[in-house]
């Protein structure tokens, strides 16, 4: 009751009662859950019910709620003040850590998010290359800004056209919009037009509508194509950096990106985005370069110690003991789905410490949207509703991919065991 109570008055006060509109359950049955409080993999909802999570605030806190360290860390940090809009060493230290780490990021700017990276990394590509068009994929997710709101049209071949109101279709010119896992057209439109194409941006695991995991050679070809014809390759790896390793999908693929665009985990769930390449092409950013880029709060000094405590967790150990856990985790789903009629359609797929429920009759993993069975959302409904009532919380919306912490240990694991075993 409480939740809808609070719902009510936000629908008065934001537009959808929401400010982000996946929060807003639509399609789900029910008004949005208000969250009080989290520790570890748990979050407690405004009436004291309880659930595992696995949203974890849609991928940052691989660590879990409440991390001790990082807390600690960001109250230290806070009694000194929070925001200084001069140089300050907590960035610098952040800096740092990462580039030791990661060979082929040689320099790195913060900005607060993902969507701010993604627009400063377009930027970015086209003064550098004095090209204006951009390729990027269907079914990748890059954020909100403009140039990135744009599908493939349903009329022409190649013509693309805005997803959203509000974008200029002028902006549609300079977005090509291609189907993942489809070498041949990618091919074909560097043929066409490659001396007009800046940059080829994609998320190099696409987790944000459904997990998309894409062939490695795909993802190889993609890198020769685009270097021999002299565009930038910009691995958007929001979700995938310190997720799937401290080098993110870069690393585990051993391709070498131009451009990476960093967020989520790596402002330990403190509003952080980075854009990290070559010192070569990070020169072209002022003030050293023509392209502009700037924040107010950018470097924020608590989101960069929450970030540096955070990373500074992360080891190869880690994230073997997460990936174990997030494998015997899929194994309890799959298991109860097999043993209820109403789930039978239902697969799990899961890479690293990310998994995605969905319905197919195939064995066969889906590497593209057009792939996606049109009945996810029906299917998707009973099962969020019947795991809400469980005390389980998956991301409200059948597109999003579910995370794993490495607060999800084995007393959580027998937790969830329980919970879908006496359910029924
Ligand atoms: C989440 C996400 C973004 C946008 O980040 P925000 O912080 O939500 O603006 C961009 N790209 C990818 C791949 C993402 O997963």
């Given amino acids: 009751m409480k939740s809808e109570e609070l719902f009510k008055r936000s629908l008065d006060l934001v537009p959808g009662g929401v400010h982000s509109p996946v929060r807003s359950f639509k399609g ?43 807390a600690e860390d960001v109250k230290k940090a806070i009694g000194k003040g929070w925001s200084f809009g001069t140089c300050e060493r907590y960035s610098l230290e952040l800096a740092e850590h990462i580039i030791e780490r990661i060979p082929y990021v040689e320099q790195i700017r913060f900005v607060n998010s993902g969507t ?20 990027k994929f269907n079914g990748c997710y890059h954020g909100h800004t403009d140039s990135m709101l744009i599908k493939a049209g349903s009329g ?12 200029p279709e002028s902006l549609a010119n300079d977005t090509i919009v291609l189907e993942l896992n489809d070498e041949q057209a990618l091919i074909e439109v560097i043929e066409k037009h490659g001396n ?83 010192k070569e092409i990070m020169s072209h950013l002022a003030p050293l370069g023509g392209v502009y880029q700037a924040g107010t709060l950018s470097a924020n000094p608590l989101a960069m110690v929450a970030g540096l405590s955070t990373l500074k967790e992360l080891n190869d150990d880690l994230y073997f003991k997460i990936e174990q856990e997030t494998s015997v ?86 937790d969830l065991r329980e919970k879908l075993e006496n359910g029924k």
């Fill in 28 to 70: 789900l049955g029910r008004t949005p859950i208000f969250m009080e409080k989290g520790a570890g993999a748990y979050i407690t909802d405004v009436e004291d019910k309880s659930y595992i999570d696995f949203c974890m605030s849609f991928g940052p806190l691989i660590l879990g709620h409440c991390h001790k360290k990082v």
């Fill in 116 to 135: 701010e990276a993604v627009m400063t990394a377009l930027r970015l590509a086209r003064g550098v290359t004095g090209k204006s068009k951009i390729i």
């Fill in 156 to 167: 022409l071949a190649q013509m693309s056209e805005a997803s959203s109101k509000g974008v």
């Fill in 196 to 278: 007009q194409i800046a940059a080829v941006i994609v998320e190099p695991l696409p987790a944000n509508n459904g997990l998309l995991v894409q062939t490695d050679s795909f993802l190889v070809s993609l890198r020769k194509l685009t270097k021999n014809n002299d565009i930038l390759l910009i691995f958007d790896e929001v979700i995938s950096g310190f997720r799937v390793g401290m080098g993110g999908m870069a690393e585990k693929l051993s391709i070498r990106p131009d451009i990476i665009t960093y967020g989520k985990i790596i402002g330990g769930g403190f509003p952080v985005g980075a854009i990290a390449a070559s």
């Fill in 329 to 414: 985790i899929v194994e309890i789903f799959r298991k109860y789905f097999a043993q209820n009629e109403s789930y039978s359609k239902l697969k799990v797929i899961n890479y690293a410490s990310l998994f995605w429920i969905y319905p197919s009759d195939s064995e066969e993993p889906i590497r593209s949207i057009d792939l996606i069975p049109n009945d996810l959302g029906k299917h998707f409904e009973g099962l969020f509703m019947d795991f809400l009532d469980k005390g389980i919380y998956l991301s409200p919306n059948a597109y999003e991919v579910g995370f794993v912490s490495s607060a999800h240990d084995s007393n959580i694991i027998n």
